[in-house]
């Protein structure tokens, strides 16, 4: 399969590098050798790239690698392993940085793989690393424009199982190509870095890149999640293809979303149909909740109008039964981060509560109460039958199925 692409990447040739093909699994002196999971990486010396206040600023590097996407890469590696029933499936690594992700995919999991990157310091950095790694068999390292690769593949006659977008930025650019080559059933895993615009803290930028006219509320984070996602779905519709998100997380400085895809227009009306809604939001008192129309919404307790936004994903981010599975999965992976097995022990509680989480010190200053422990207030919710977590999004925010003065009521009487 990987024999059709190396005759078609054999022309890439940039002298200036050649000098890391002749000792590929030699680290030079502004250079070390990390460990990640179970890959071996060749990188730029991450001490140099260091801010004053100690931070690592991975953009300064000549390739990129953030050491803090660690977790969005350990459930890319629990995802496949939960949801691929062979080894032998062909996925692509669009945006392979050093090519940490696709080699990991190759270890962990399986498969066979294109691990891509436009930057040549980068191509070269990933044919090191496949090297390093003794992969050379399943994987290929290219140099090519992302959409130009996607493009070519679908005249290729070759069909993509897994397909990863993971940009410094937003993934925009890359959404509308990236479902063509795929498989009729396939998957695809999508990053987006740009947080600020997707929660709404730059609105002229939320509206140009993903469609919205936002305002500032309490669950930000999950609004960023919510809108991803409905950006997806409209764009994937627009070609003959539904989206199922099958698990998808905020984390530190980035959106990150695993779907399932499937080549079908019944399917993508149904849910454009059936998933896309609005929001309605009372910022003075917080409450909150999904409508299917934007002009059938209920008025504020304080008689005010709701500010109403949207189209937005309403229906579920994650599937309880594959957040089940995953973390079964993570029982044989002793190499994982803690923090993965903690975000996917909160996603297995989240995913059975379709509601917006609520910023209980937001809340509480609306009440003008102190805020109490959070474990302590989900222990009374689930006395009175409710459902309720924290969320994996917000330290200080909680998933309730109890409604909002059903939940202020509580705060008030424990205050």
């Given amino acids: 399969m990987l024999d059709i692409f190396r005759e078609i990447n054999n022309n890439i040739i ?70 691929m029933n062979t080894r032998n499936f062909f996925y692509i690594d669009l945006l392979s940085g050093t090519g940490i992700r696709g080699i990991r995919i190759g270890l962990e999991v399986g498969g066979y793989g294109l691990l891509n990157d436009v930057d040549p310091r980068a191509y070269y950095y990933i044919k090191r690393n496949i090297s390093l790694n003794k992969l050379e068999e399943r994987l290929e390292a290219y140099n090519q424009e992302a959409n130009t690769l996607l493009n070519m593949l679908v005249f290729s006659g070759i069909f993509v199982d897994y397909i990863d977008v993971d940009p410094y930025g937003s993934p925009v650019p890359f959404i509308d190509s990236v479902f063509k080559p795929l498989a009729k059933r396939a998957f695809i895993g999508i990053s987006a870095t740009d947080l600020a615009p997707l929660s709404c803290t730059h609105p002229h930028k939320t509206l140009v890149r993903y469609w919205d006219r936002c305002i500032k509320v309490d669950f930000s984070k999950e609004y960023a999640l919510r809108l991803l996602l409905a950006n997806i779905a409209l764009r994937s519709a627009a070609l003959g293809f539904s989206i199922t998100p099958f698990l998808s997380m905020v984390h530190r400085h980035y959106v990150r979303v695993f779907l399932e895809v499937e080549r079908s227009y019944s399917r993508a009306y149904k849910q454009i149909s059936g998933c896309l809604g609005y929001i309605w939001y009372c910022p003075d008192t917080l409450e909150r909740g999904y409508t299917k129309e934007a002009i059938d919404v209920p008025s504020c307790s304080s008689g005010k109008k709701p500010v109403v936004f949207g189209k937005i994903w309403i229906c579920n981010t994650t599937i309880p039964e594959i957040a089940e599975r995953a973390l079964r999965e993570v029982n044989t992976m002793n190499f994982l981060n803690p923090d993965t097995i903690k975000i996917l022990v909160l996603l297995k509680n989240e995913a059975e509560i379709n509601t917006l989480y609520v910023r209980l010190d937001k809340l509480c200053g609306v009440l003008k109460i102190n805020m109490p422990k959070i474990n302590t207030l989900i222990t009374k919710l689930r006395e009175k039958g409710f459902k309720a977590t924290r969320t994996h999004m917000d330290i200080r925010g909680i998933k309730t199925t109890a409604p909002l003065e059903e939940l202020k009521e509580i705060l008030l009487k424990s205050s």
């Avoid at 010396?45 to 350990?74: Q, T």
């Fill in 14 to 83: 940039i002298d200036d590098y050649n000098m890391y093909i002749a000792s590929p699994n030699i680290a030079s002196e502004r250079e070390e050798i990390i460990q990640e999971g179970l890959a071996k990486l060749i990188v730029p010396r991450i001490e140099l790239y260091k801010r004053e206040d100690g931070s690592i600023e991975p953009a300064w590097m000549p390739v990129f690698y953030n050491p803090h996407a660690v977790v969005s890469r350990d459930l890319t590696v629990v995802f496949l392993k939960t949801t």
